[in-house]
């Protein structure tokens, strides 16, 4: 068994309250646990945005690995790709030897849906940050009510 068969026996794929498909803990995971890689095709952070630009994508599971590479989580990505945005997470996203990992902020019960925080931001320097389809639906007592990242939140 592969260390990427191992990590797909914490989760499952399923209907989320937050959004659309969520991921959720098959069984309890305890914090500090590294639970899933974040799989894909690697590209450069422009060519996402020429492929929306000319409509080659309906759905966008991107997760910036540095200024000059993004994981493209529908190409080749795997349950991770669809870990929704929360303001009160229970995971994070940590890189090691090039790879994005989610680990378990705190103890997760089996059942609870796995969450992170994306801290969005402009795809592009100079872009806006105001862009509609950002807005957060967590439910978390302290939602800033988007997904952008705090510090643009008031942008």
Same mark, same amino acid.
């Given at each position: 068994?592969?260390?990427?068969?191992?990590?797909?026996?914490?989760?499952?794929?399923? $209907?989320?309250? #937050?959004?659309?498909?969520?991921? +959720?803990?098959?069984?309890?995971?305890?914090?500090? @646990?590294?639970? #899933?890689?974040?799989?894909? %095709?690697?590209?450069?952070?422009?060519?996402?945005? #020429?492929?929306?630009? &000319?409509?080659?994508?309906?759905?966008?599971?991107? +997760?910036?690995?540095? &200024?000059? @590479?993004?994981?493209?989580?529908?190409?080749?990505?795997?349950?991770?790709?669809? #870990?929704?945005?929360?303001?009160?997470?229970?995971?994070?996203?940590?890189? +090691?030897?090039?790879?994005?990992?989610?680990?378990?902020?705190?103890?997760?019960?089996?059942?609870? &849906?796995? @969450?992170?925080?994306?801290?969005?931001?402009?795809?592009?320097?100079?872009?806006?940050? %105001?862009? &509609?389809?950002?807005? $957060?639906?967590?439910?978390?007592?302290?939602?800033?009510?988007?997904?952008?990242?705090?510090?643009? %939140? @008031?942008?």
């Amino acid at each position: 068994m592969t260390a990427r068969q191992q990590n797909r026996d914490f989760v499952r794929v399923g $209907c989320s309250r #937050i959004a659309g498909t969520g991921v +959720f803990a098959k069984r309890e995971i305890p914090r500090g @646990t590294r639970i #899933i890689e974040y799989t894909g %095709k690697r590209l450069p952070p422009a060519q996402v945005l #020429i492929d929306i630009n &000319e409509g080659k994508r309906t759905s966008v599971y991107i +997760f910036r690995l540095n &200024e000059t @590479t993004v994981i493209d989580g529908a190409s080749g990505g795997n349950e991770a790709r669809f #870990i929704n945005h929360s303001c009160a997470p229970n995971c994070e996203a940590n890189m +090691f030897d090039n790879n994005m990992y989610i680990y378990a902020m705190a103890d997760i019960a089996c059942g609870d &849906e796995l @969450t992170f925080d994306y801290q969005l931001s402009p795809a592009l320097n100079g872009a806006t940050s %105001k862009k &509609e389809g950002l807005s $957060c639906h967590c439910g978390a007592p302290d939602c800033r009510g988007t997904m952008l990242s705090q510090k643009l %939140k @008031t942008a």
